[in-house]
Structure formats: structure tokens, C-alpha cells
């Protein structure tokens, strides 16, 4: 499996060989994956079997090479053992290895290849959020064991009952325990396949009992997700504003007692450059403040540029709740959202912003008369 | 496809050119989709095929008419563009063009009205909340969207396996990976047509733990929702309420950020003339603020009228819980109700609307004896 | 269908003529209901039909019997259309009414008595807790009903599509725009029979986004019922327990806003004569307020009564956490439950209080020295 | 069924009479278990017949020998009655005598042999969280028991309209009301089998409104679970935590009131020795206050002791949020962890407690220059 390493490619790699997923990850996946499955529809294989084996093949080179590019720059950094211990280390490495090995030890071609599905756990760590939902099941990891313990001993106990209920009239589907437990996973999960069926009358009240605690059970389970998830996300906004809050001048006036507060009232926004954020003639129901990067307000005369730490958007929540101008962005910039209720219990809780701010709304309707 | 242009017709439509749905809208779609369900019915089709085929034309020329009403309308406003790029103009614009273009482009006259099912969609605006579960998924679209992704990678990962240890033995229904993410999907989900079931036990330990999965994608997601919608209902009623509770002398009282606690704790209410609010012998556990309209309380002897600013229904709450009077509105009234343990929590903390209150009842009954 | 009215009887029901069920009204319920069932179990009815028929009229006149007893008494207190038009009244003259109607229409017996089933109406009003979902529903019948049209929507369109996907394929089971409904409520409801199963390619993937999009319905469903379950939970838990809160001495010290978090700590407990509270050994984790009635606790000499206003249990929350002593009611006792968690919160918030107790306890054990 | 009594055996269990479940338990219940599965497993069985009874064999004897142990230590103790009427007591003797009483009682041994599925319930009081899942189920028995009431009904009232719709149609399926029973339960549940299908099309929308309120149970079900759950765990937390807190001095400067807040705020966590609890490098979003055991800071040039009371892992929170070095614990120790987020809102509402840490940070740093 000979493999050129040409210099222009191998900057392009490198230098993105720190970063998880570069675009041409992303398209080497979902190529590899898509030929993968064309692989093993017989018709379409049968059409474009050449492209499909380039493709597959192609893609296979491009993760081996990734690999190696990331392996070198790690260990150039002395983080190598790191990095070879870590999720992303043992992804990349099984993409590049699974199917070449799978081979070399003589498995049949269409067979290997389908390990080329592992390429789809590439795009994991690029999930957003998926690190808030990790915490939240870590964090509820006792109860949902114990939800899952419960599952289980709910799935045993029937499958037994039932198979002791059912042998006899059903050999072939109740025969053994085992086959009872597929039933009960089934029956418990609320799938109901309808393969296999309790028909004794006892059978099929131990059935209804199952699927009544199928209910419960899933009722815990989500009871406990949806738990940890709110207090996840209370944690995770505040820690995205909290250090934008600081930077702010119109805050920096309250104590940090009150900051503490008005960070939980407050949402980050991160945009790229050139995206209108407000439209004029719109509904507004929050004001922003500039955390980080520029906007420009588009008047009817002339064109007005904010910066760091300025704030807009307030008229609508003062007045007339409809946007006055057009305003967007100039460059890549963090805003904070302040929603129209929090907004109103800021100003009732502090007056002297309140003030500030009408003051400044004051002077803006002046100067753009 | 000509259209007459009646001037009382179009100062109907006129009239309410502005308003996404007229009751005549309404009862357009409903004859509209119905028919076309008949159309597929074929008895029911042979026997009224004249009468179905007629009011399909009729709900057509309806809505191509309320369309161009609109559209100049608009055009009048100088509002073209917007209303042309608003999902109501699309909507709009779909009803209306749809079926003649299939039919144009020479689809089978049966197929081509099925396209009136998108009449259904100008309901859409109209449906109540609808505004607050959007925002839910707007704001929640993070973690959302990463469940999905997960619920995808699962399936994906799930059924390749299937494919790999059922394929022999289920050629026709696991042959090629495809037909086993059918498989994945309608397990993952837990609706379970079985169809398509494992049979290898390998295979059916997959399946099992697709199942258990399928649960715990579920619940996540539902806990992202119940924890977005927690936050957005409160908004939602705070948003309502702010406005009217300034408007009440009894909270003015108040300093602001008190007021900001109040509206936490009222819920506002919409009613129309003549509906009866408190009904005489009723368990009575709330009280009543009018912020707009009025009500008339009907006493034994007399009829008292009770405006704006006035307050009702508190005899229940402090002494025994029993309505005294009917109570019903004379004109389109806003109410604002405090719940009697927001009550009790209110006077609790502020003694002097307790006094207030106190004051008011006493004066009442005194009057009423 | 002639009725004697014996005295006793009379007297018997006329007592309970207000209340919503007697224990022979359960009697009855359960009898008739289950006589119903045996109705249409042809082996167990042809073994013993007498039986049956027997019972089923005996209930009928019972509850005929039961309808005209109460109509009497309200028409006395002068309630009548109250009672007739309330939801109880409508479920009493259905029980009563039902059957002899249908058999007078001369409707075939066997079908006549499955009206019986409407006697099970009558439990409806003694289920615990149901005013709490109903007020649940009710406040939360907005978003609740934008979620059944997104619903219906969905499930509409999708069976349009599916019925223009597969008619040519399944003609027999997506003939017709409402065979495909069933298929689509079916699916959505992720109930998944597998009596009508899409097969073509395109059909499946339509499918694949129902299914997915009922977990989405689903999980709105669930977080709106939730959020609005925990509002109602704390409410009516408030409810339950101001009234007695205030009447504890041990609270009065607290001014009137303190009482209102007090409050929220509480938990109220009904509990008959002669029932334990407290097993002596056993761990304890919360301490008791009496309300209402007496309770006795047995010391190794001696038993102490323990009257209204008197509170016990807190040993076990100030050292160790072993419940000292056997305490049982003497009478039927309302009782309000303060957590050990709130017990410490309040005790930090209140510290004359955590003296009173201190005091108290140290009194207690130097005296059972 | 003799059994020897050697005393190391004997000492071994004596050592663990009290215990809940011994290593040699949970092997036994695992061994006993699989093979119970096994003799059901008739291939398996035949080839190894020898082995399973003797495994099971064993196993009964290790559980009888156990119980017997059991009951005399408890009767040493005196406390007999207390461990024979507790749930401990009767899973013990459930599983020492009922194969045996099965056996006397002259059932197949097959059949008897399958009650040693009731082994698996000796696992139950070590599952972790258990005690919390069962508070939220009495807390909310109330709301549970009402929405299973409805449930119960629902299905009633629809098994017996779907009797009498379908009765004719299939008279296999929906002959008698137990029957449609059947049916009602696996819909309800959305389970959906398929064995039993409605066909009529009034029948359909019987099942379509099942489905519906399906949803609706399920969803009633999770949010009363869910409230409940968020409840219990803030409580189960506040409790693990509130003893330790007192403990650390750090803490002891703030008022009771104050320190119910910290409580509430923290995390505790049971760590073995020799256990990494920061790794160098890594991210942190919190530190620790040691509430028992000690822990060692492993520095460039020395590894620093900190003990009781000592605090780390500031050093992320205040600067950048890098771990600077490893810390891991030396014995078993109690942790209590203070996320980034409370942190800031503690440091924010109480500055003297800002400024300890910033000494201590300052001090330390100095102090490994």
C-alpha cells in the first residue's frame, strides 16, 4: 500500500493537523461512506464498480496520510503518547488502520471495507454540544445505572416468567430463556416487533405488565436527562458570557455580586463578519451589547459604527417595539443578548442603568433627527 | 384559467387582505382537502365525481383570487417584496400555483390535485404558541441538533453491523446496507413494524442495544424540550403581563423591582363582552385585576359596574373560598390574575397592599349588607 | 322496569346522597363491569348466564336506584339543574339511563349491556390528584394544542406523500388518502403495527422522517406536561399546607413573609387513628409539626401525648440520625413534615428558631434520663 | 439437602453476615443465574448437563448456607424479627428455599429450577440511587396513581368500543372484551404488535385516539417523574454535602445562613487512594476542598501534602484555566468540588472569601517559583 507524499499536500495537511476536521475530512468521510454503502447494493456496485473501489480506496489513502501528517506534528510536540491516548488519536488511527489490517489478515474485500463505516466516528468530536450532553450524563450517571439496572432485572424476571408460561404452547419463540429475553427487550423497550407474541392469557398479562413498566422506566429515564440538562445549560451559558460580561464598560458600574446576576440574563452570540443582526421594520424583544468586534448602524443618512463595549438595539425595548435601522456586523464579533424580560428586571433592580441607558437612547434619537 | 374580478368580492377579500386567515379561508380548506381526500376514495369518487371535481375548482379560483388580492394589496403598501420572500407569501403563492402548474406541465389531473394537500399549510400562522415552540427549537437548536447527529451516527453504526451478521442468513431483507438503515430507523425510533427483523443472536444483541439507546436518544431530547419550554413559558407570560400590570393603580404603589416580582406571579387573560367570569357558589382560588375593558358584578339587589384599574374576587381569597357573586365582562376586557398562592406569597410580602386589599373587602361587604 | 323502595335502603343511600361514591357504589361498578366482560366471554357465559344476567340488572337498578335518590336530594336543596348539568350528574343518568334506552330501542341485548361499561365514568371523580392535572391541562391547553395541529399536519402530509409514493406498489393498503392516514398515525404515534409498511425507496424515507419528527411531537408533549406538572405540584402543596402552617405556635414567631417560605418547606400529611409514624431504630430524615390531632410517643417507662401545635422528631436531625422512640396518632392527625434539607435551611435562616428546638430537645432527653 | 459446616467458610460469611451482598454473593447470583439460562438452553443443556446442575447446586447451597449464617447473627443480635419482616430478609429466604420447596413439592425439575431467576432481586439493594428513585415514586405515588387510573380507563373504554366495532369483522381477534383488552394495552403503550389490528374505519379511529392519549399518558407520566427527580437529587446532594462543609474552615467564616447557600453549591466525591484526580495539562472548570483524607500536589522540584481543610485546583479558576500539576489522592478521601460557575457567584457574593483564595493562590505561587 505504497503512498506518494507530495509537499503541497502534505503543508495542506499539515497545517491542519492540529485541528480536528479539516473541510477535506469532512468530504473524504462522506465520499468514503457513501461508496461504502454503494458497495453493497449489488446493482449499483455492479454499475460503477471501478469508481467505487477508487473512491473507497482514495479515501483510505487520505485518512492513512492524515494520520501520519498528525502523528509526526505530535510527535515533533513531544505529544505524542498524548495524543495516541486520546479519542481523536484512536479514531484516527482505526480509519487508518481497520480496513488494511482487515485485508492483510485475508478477510473478503467486501467485507473489510465496511469497517470503512468507522471513518463516521471522525465527526464526532465536531458535534456542537456534544460535550454539555457528555457532562450531563456523567454527572447523572448513578441514577441512570440504576434506571438501567432496574431495566434489566425487569427484562430477566419476565422473560423467565414468560418463558415459563408460554413454552409450552409456543416452542420455536419461547423455547428457551434466551429466546424470552429478545422478547422482553423488545416488549420493554416498546418496540413490539410482533415476531414474537405471548397468546396464554397469563402470558399476556405478564406482557401488559411489562410494557406499563416499559412506560415508567423510559419515564425515569428521561425524568433524570431532562434534570441534569437544564442545570447543564444554566452552567454552560454562564460560562460562555461570564468573561465578555467583565469587558463590558456599561457593566463594570455594578458590583460583582450584581454581575454574577446579570451573566445568567444574558446569551454570547458569535457572528462572522457582514451578517445583519437586526432588520429594520422587525419585532425587537432583546438589546445587544458589543462584547468583542464592530457594528455598523445603517440610517437613514449616514451610516454610524459602534465598537467594543457599545450597545444597541435598546430603542425597540423602550418605546415602540419595532427596529428603527438596519444593523449588522463589520467583522467577526461576540455580541450579548439581553432579552426583553431580563431587561425590564435589570432596569427595575438597577435604576442607575436604566438611566445610562435611557440617556444614551436620548441623545441617539436627538442626533439622528 | 380566467377569473372574474366582482368588486363586492374583492372588497371582501380586500377587507381582510391584511389578516393571514379569513373564516372564509378556513372553510376553503377544509372543503378544499376533503375533497381531494375523496378524490383518492374512488366509490366515493364515482358517485360524486362532478360535485368533487367542482369544488376543488371552486377552493382554486378561491385562493389564486385571495392571492392576487393580496399581491396588490401589498404592492400597494409598497410591501411587495417582503410579503413575496414572508413564508405567508409563499404559502400563499404555493396554493395558489401548484396544482395549475402540474396541471400545465401535463400531470395526470388525479396526481396534480394532490397538491392541494399544501393548502393545509396557510393554517400554519394561525395555530396558537405556535410562536413560543419555535423559539424553543430556535434556542435549543445546539444540543437538538446534536442529539440528531447522534441518533444518526447510531443508526448509521447499527446498521452496518446488521448488514454484516444478517445478510446471509436474511438476504432480502439485510442484503445491502440500505435496506438495514430502514431497519435501524424504525428500531432506533421504537415504532417497530416488524418487517424487518434480526434473527442471529449477534444480530439481535445489536438490536437490543439499538432499542436501549433508542430510549435514551428520546429522552434526551425530550429533556432539551421540557427544558427550553420551561424558560420559554415563563417568558412568554411575563412578556403578556408587563404591560397591563403598570397600568393598575393598586401595583403602581410598588417601586419597580417589586413590579418585576409581580409579573412573575400574574397571568394575563383575553376575554371577550358578556362572558362570565366568577360564577356564584363557585370554589373560588384567585383573584382579578382589570387592565382594560370592565365587568359588572351582580349583586343582590343591585348590578355594580367595575372599570379599569379595579380589582375583584378577593372576598374568596380571604375569608371562606366560596364566590359570592356572579361576575361577568361588558365589553373585551384584559384581566390579570393572581393565583391565591402568588396572593398569599404578594401580601405576604408587601403589608400594605395586604391593607389595601383588607380595606376594600370590608368597605364592600359593609355595602353590600 | 319497577323499582321498590325499601325504607332502609333509603335511608342507606340518602345518607351518602351527596358524597360522589359509597363503597357499595364501588361494589356495584366493579361487579357490573366485570359481569360485562363475562357477557362476552361466550364459554363463561353459556356456563353460567343466570349469574350474569342477574348481576348486571341487580347493578342496573342500584344505580337507576341511586340516580332517582339523588335527584330527590337535590331537588330538595333546591341544586337540581346544578346537579343535572354538572359533570357527576351527566355520569349518573348516563349509568342509570344508558342500558334501559338502548334495550327499549330494542337494541339486540348481548350489545345493549356493553353500555354497562359507562358505570366505570363514575370512578372518575374519586381519582386522587386528577383537579391537578386537570388544571395542568387546562393552563397548558395552548401550547398543548399547537402541538396536536403540528401533529395532525404532519400526519396528513405525510400520508399524501406516502399515498402518492406507494399507491401503484400497495394499491391494497395505500389505495386512498385515508388508508395512508392510518398508516401515518400509526407510524407518527411510533406504534408501528406493521400492517401497512411503506416499500419503495422514496416512501421509506418519508417514513424515516415521520417516525423521527413523532419523537419530536412526543418530546414537546412531554416538556410542556412537565413544566407545567412542577408549577401545579409546588402550588397545590402550598395550598394544602398555609392553613395549617399558621396555626403551629412554632411558627407564629415568623413574620408573615418568613411563614410564606416556611410554606414551601412544608409537607402536609393526613393520617388515620392509631397509625405509626415513626419505628423506633429506623433512619430519620425528617422532623414532624402537628397540625391537627394527637399523637403518643412510647418511652421505654412511659408514654407522652403530644397534642396540637406540639412538633417531635427532631433528635434525629440535630445528632444522630436514629429515630429514639415508637411514635404513633391517637387520633386522626394532620401532620406537617419538615425535610432534614429545609430543616437546616431554615434553621441557618433562623436561628431563634433552631434555639426553640435546641431547647425543647435538651428538655426532652434530660427528662427521659 | 445436608450442608458441611466448615469453619473457615463459616468465619468468612460471619464476616460478612451483615453485609448486603459479598463478592462471593454476586458471584454466586451471576453463576447461578447463567446457568439456570443454560439448562433452559436445551443444545447446551444436553452437552453439559453435568456441570449445570452441579453449578446449580452449588449456588443453592452457598445461598442457604448464607441465609442460615444470616438468621443466626441476627438472632444473636436479637434483631430476628427485624431482618425476617425487612425486604433483605424475605429475598434471602425466597432464595434459599424456594427451589427447594419447589423440588419437595414434587414440580419438574426444570420448571423448579427456573425459580432461581429470584437470586437476581439479592442485587437490588446495591444498586446505587436506588433509595432516591424510590422517594420520587412515594413522593409522587399521588399524580402516578392517578395517571394510572386514567390509563386503566382509557383502555377499558376502548377495548370495549373496539369489541364492538370489530367483533363481527374478526371474531378470532376482537371475539370477547378480555381480547380487545389485549389489543388496547399493546396500543396504548404504542407498542403496537401487530398481532391485533383494527380494520373497520371506525375501528381506526378508535385506535388513532388510543395512540393519541397514548402520547399524552406517557407524557403526563414523564413530566410527574421528572419534577420529582429534580427535586430528590438537589435534596440527596445538599445532604452528602451539608456535613462536610462545616467541617472545611475555609467555610466556618460565613454564617449559617450563607454556608446553606455554599451547600448548595457544592458537589461532594468519595475517592479511593491513589486515585489521579487533576492531571497536568488538562482543562479545569473547578476546585477542590478536602472535607476528609489528604492529597498530594506533585510540583516540579517537590510533592506538596495538603490536608482536612486544604483547598486546590484555584489556580485554573483565577488565571488561565490549565491544570499546572498532577494531583492525586494518598488515602481514601471526601472531596468537595465547587464548579467554575458557583464559584465566580460565590467569590461575587462573598469578597473576603475572593481574597483568602487569591492570598493562598499568590502565596503558592511565590512559593514554587
Chains 1, 2, 3, 4 share one sequence.
Not at 510527535?75 to 488494511?100: E, F, I, K, N, T
Not at 399476556?204 to 428521561?222: D, P, Q
Not at 438589546?287 to 459602534?306: C, H, N, R, S, T
Amino acid at each position: 500500500m505504497s503512498k506518494p507524499m507530495f509537499p503541497a499536500l502534505a503543508q495542506f495537511v499539515a497545517a491542519t493537523a492540529g485541528r480536528n476536521m479539516t473541510k477535506a475530512a469532512y468530504v473524504a468521510v462522506t465520499v468514503g461512506v457513501v461508496s461504502m454503502v454503494l458497495l453493497t447494493l449489488d446493482p449499483a456496485y455492479e454499475a460503477a464498480h471501478r469508481w467505487v473501489d477508487f473512491l473507497l480506496w482514495a479515501c483510505l489513502v487520505y485518512f492513512v496520510f492524515e494520520w501520519l501528517v498528525r502523528l509526526r506534528h505530535m510527535a515533533r510536540q513531544g505529544r505524542l503518547g498524548l495524543y495516541m491516548s486520546s479519542s481523536a488519536g484512536l479514531v484516527d488511527a482505526l480509519g487508518a488502520l481497520a480496513v488494511p489490517v482487515a485485508l492483510v489478515l485475508g478477510a473478503e474485500p467486501k467485507t473489510a471495507w465496511l469497517l470503512s463505516v468507522l471513518w463516521v466516528l471522525k465527526v464526532v468530536p465536531g458535534i456542537p454540544g456534544l460535550r454539555q450532553l457528555r457532562r450531563v450524563l456523567v454527572l447523572e450517571s448513578g441514577p441512570l445505572l440504576s434506571v438501567l439496572v432496574i431495566f434489566l432485572m425487569v427484562v430477566f424476571l419476565a422473560s423467565v416468567a414468560e418463558y415459563f408460561l408460554e413454552r409450552d404452547v409456543q416452542p420455536q419463540t419461547f423455547g428457551s430463556v434466551p429466546a424470552a429475553l429478545w422478547w422482553a427487550v423488545v416488549t420493554l423497550t416498546t418496540t413490539g416487533y410482533g415476531d414474537v407474541v405471548p397468546v396464554t392469557p397469563l402470558g399476556r398479562m405478564v406482557a401488559a405488565l411489562v410494557m406499563i413498566s416499559g412506560l415508567g422506566v423510559f419515564g425515569l429515564w428521561t425524568g433524570i436527562l431532562a434534570t441534569g440538562f437544564a442545570a447543564e445549560t444554566r452552567r454552560d451559558n454562564f460560562l460562555k458570557t461570564w468573561e465578555s460580561v467583565s469587558k463590558v464598560p456599561f457593566f463594570a458600574a455594578l458590583g460583582p455580586a450584581a454581575i454574577a446576576d446579570v451573566t445568567h440574563m444574558l446569551r454570547t452570540m458569535e457572528l462572522p463578519a457582514r451578517t445583519m443582526i437586526i432588520r429594520k421594520g422587525a419585532q425587537g424583544d432583546c438589546m445587544y451589547f458589543i462584547a468583542a468586534g464592530a457594528v455598523e448602524v445603517d440610517l437613514p443618512g449616514k451610516k454610524v459604527q459602534l465598537g467594543e463595549g457599545a450597545f444597541f438595539g435598546e430603542m425597540a425595548l423602550l418605546g415602540n417595539n419595532m427596529r428603527g435601522a438596519n444593523v449588522s456586523t463589520t467583522k467577526v464579533s461576540r455580541l450579548l443578548v439581553l432579552d426583553l424580560v431580563d431587561f425590564r428586571v435589570l432596569m427595575a433592580r438597577h435604576p442607575d442603568l436604566a438611566e445610562t441607558i435611557d440617556a444614551e437612547a436620548k441623545r441617539r434619537t436627538l442626533e439622528n433627527k
